[in-house]
Structures are given as structure tokens and as C-alpha cells.
């Protein structure tokens, strides 16, 4: 299933066999919104200072760097400042 | 027989008018949270149970002992023995804050329902499955029998969503063999089948397909076949508005074509 999970994550665009081109993007495009949406929630600062194309790309890193545990949604709040703070070493 | 899914948008709503005979909460948005509001809807003699998001059953992480502790003390808190959550996974090894499919094979069946059993053996009862929406899927077994293998292996209930089994309908039975509602539940042993879920979905043109968003009022063939079921076994029926949640009077409105004709 790693296919699978590397298409929506971002970190390959291969489509992984036997599913559908459509299908797969729903999925990666789900996630996306996800993340995005609770990270603006607590940060809408950091989006409206970076602006929308800057902050898709934002976004689209932290989730293809994914690797959350919580079962807790609220909780990417914490792990997106853990990802700022990995990227800014 | 009506229920609500409760959600925070309804915090400053009148619960007292609203039409539902019991709730339903996402138990990780009321773990460790203020459950004040929750306490106020069972002491109006209404219950609240419990419909998880995240416990990944279709996916390969170690399901948390941790985390079934705190849903055992939530329905504790509540007095509820409902607990279910999705026939997907929630990620692969890590949490995606989403629901994914799991391929229809035997293989699956075994592997999954031995992760319902082990929650069950945590929790000590019985937990629920939901059939999901799913956009694209693998495996040889057609989505109904998965579901069904599943519950008689693993020996869990069933909460059957109505408006998924619609959507994937819609979604594919053009290209696959998929099941439509009647055909779906003719195949799941109904004795399972704790609740109904309905809801409302639409199209999207990005994709090409109907996403299951739970921002619209209920298609009409959906709405049949769980009053139906319920004419014929007493299912109860529960309403789902996540996103672009209306009025109380929409609400209610709702409530009111599936209470109209369970009386």
C-alpha cells in the first residue's frame, strides 16, 4: 500500500495500480484540505501574510513530511510547528 | 426514531427544540474537552453515542491502548455502550486525518477483523463498522460481502450508511460491479445493524465524481430506503450535516421527514 499512501502524500504522482486517476486525486486532495484547514484555524496569521501560493506549498511539504501518530486532529497544530521547526534548522 | 449528529456549530442552539431522539458525537473532539453540553442532551432523556474518525482500522499502525482508554472513560462518562468507527483506514502506519479504502479481498477481512477484536477485547463490548464512501478501491470482493465477512469474522455490529452505499453507487457502477442501496442491504445480515446513517452529498467537477460531504440535505432515494428499513425492522435513523451546517429549522425540517413516517 506504500504506493498508495506516497500518491497521497505528495510524494510520488504515479498512480498506483488497479485504482483510478480520479480517484487518487479526491484522496490526496482530502488530506490536503485537512491539513490545511486545522493549521489556519489556529495560524491564520501565517497564511494571510504568505499568501495563497506560498502557502499551498507550505502545506503541501508538511503533509508529503508527514508523520503523524495522534489520533487527536487538533493535535497538527503541534506537529506543524514541529515540521516549521525542522525546516527552518 | 431520529437522530442528530451533534456538532459544534449547534453550540448556541436551543437542543430543547431540536427534534432528535438521540446524538451522536465524534468521541476525539470530547476527549479531555468540557462535556457540559453533552450532559445537558442525556439529561434531556436523550442519549449520546459515540462514531470515531481515527481508529484506523484498515491501516498497519499498533492501535493505541491509550487512546481506547479514553474512549472507554468517555462512554463511561456518557453511559453509552455505542462506539464504532469507520470499515477504513485512517492512514498506513500514521495518522492521515482521513478515511482510505481497504481492498476487498480475503486477505483483508482476516487481517482487519483481527484489529476489530483486539479493540473489542480492550473495550470489552462490541464495537460498530461503517461501509465508507471510497473513490477508487482494489480487491476481487464486492464491497457488500467484504463488509458482511467482516462483522460475522470479527462478530461487530454494523452501522450501515445509507448515503455511502448511494454514493459509491453513483461513483462507479458505471465502470465495476457495485451493489445499489436495496441490493447492498439485501447482502448484510440485518441483525448486525445497529443504526442507519443519512446525509447528503454532492458533485464535484474537479473530479468527476460525488464526494460525501455532508453539506446538503438528503437525496430522496436515500431518505426511502432507510424509512423503509426501518417501517420493517425498527433500524433508527440518524442524520449526519457536517460542513455548511443550516438552521435549526433545516435541522428540523430533516428530522422531520424521517421522524413523519417512523411513528
Not at chain 2, 453540553?37 to 499502525?61: A, D, M, Y
Request: aromatic share 10%.
Amino acid at each position: 500500500m506504500s504506493a498508495f499512501y506516497d500518491y497521497v502524500r505528495g510524494r510520488s504522482d504515479v498512480i498506483p495500480q488497479g485504482y483510478t486517476e480520479p480517484g487518487m486525486r479526491v484522496y490526496r486532495y482530502l488530506v490536503y484540505l485537512g491539513a490545511s484547514q486545522m493549521v489556519e484555524a489556529h495560524y491564520p496569521k501565517v497564511k494571510a501574510e504568505l499568501g495563497d501560493e506560498a502557502w499551498r506549498t507550505l502545506i503541501e511539504e508538511f503533509v508529503r513530511q508527514s508523520q503523524w501518530t495522534s489520533n487527536y486532529y487538533g493535535d497538527l497544530k503541534d506537529e506543524f510547528l514541529t515540521f516549521l521547526a525542522r525546516e527552518s534548522a | 426514531m431520529a437522530g442528530l449528529g451533534y456538532r459544534r456549530d449547534m453550540a448556541d442552539w436551543d437542543m430543547s427544540a431540536v427534534r432528535a431522539d438521540f446524538f451522536e458525537v465524534v468521541p476525539e473532539n470530547w476527549v479531555h474537552r468540557n462535556r457540559d453540553p453533552l450532559h445537558r442532551l442525556i439529561q434531556s432523556g436523550r442519549p449520546v453515542q459515540l462514531h470515531g474518525v481515527s481508529l484506523n482500522l484498515g491501516g498497519t499502525s499498533d492501535i493505541q491502548p491509550t487512546f481506547l482508554r479514553d474512549v472507554c472513560e468517555l462512554m463511561d462518562d456518557l453511559g453509552t455502550k455505542h462506539y464504532s468507527d469507520h470499515l477504513a483506514a485512517s492512514g498506513d502506519a500514521h495518522q492521515l486525518h482521513d478515511l482510505f479504502p481497504i481492498p476487498f479481498t480475503v486477505a483483508e477481512v482476516a487481517r482487519v477483523s483481527d484489529r476489530i477484536r483486539y479493540v473489542q477485547d480492550i473495550l470489552g463490548c462490541r464495537i460498530g463498522i461503517e461501509n465508507s464512501t471510497w473513490y477508487t478501491n482494489i480487491g476481487d470482493m464486492p464491497e457488500a460481502d467484504f463488509l458482511a465477512a467482516v462483522a460475522e469474522r470479527s462478530d461487530c455490529n454494523i452501522l450501515l450508511d445509507i448515503n455511502n452505499i448511494a454514493v459509491n453507487y453513483k461513483n462507479h457502477h458505471k465502470h465495476q460491479h457495485v451493489h445499489d442501496i436495496a441490493e447492498f442491504i439485501a447482502r448484510v445480515d440485518r441483525s448486525r445493524i445497529s443504526y442507519m446513517h443519512v446525509a447528503g452529498h454532492e458533485f464535484d467537477e474537479r473530479f468527476g465524481m460525488y464526494i460525501d460531504t455532508h453539506s446538503q440535505p438528503v437525496a430522496a432515494d436515500t431518505v426511502q430506503a432507510a424509512l423503509q428499513l426501518h417501517r420493517l425492522h425498527g433500524i433508527p435513523i440518524l442524520l449526519e450535516w457536517d460542513n455548511d451546517v443550516p438552521d435549526m429549522d433545516t435541522i428540523n425540517q430533516e428530522l422531520a421527514c424521517l421522524r413523519f413516517m417512523t411513528m
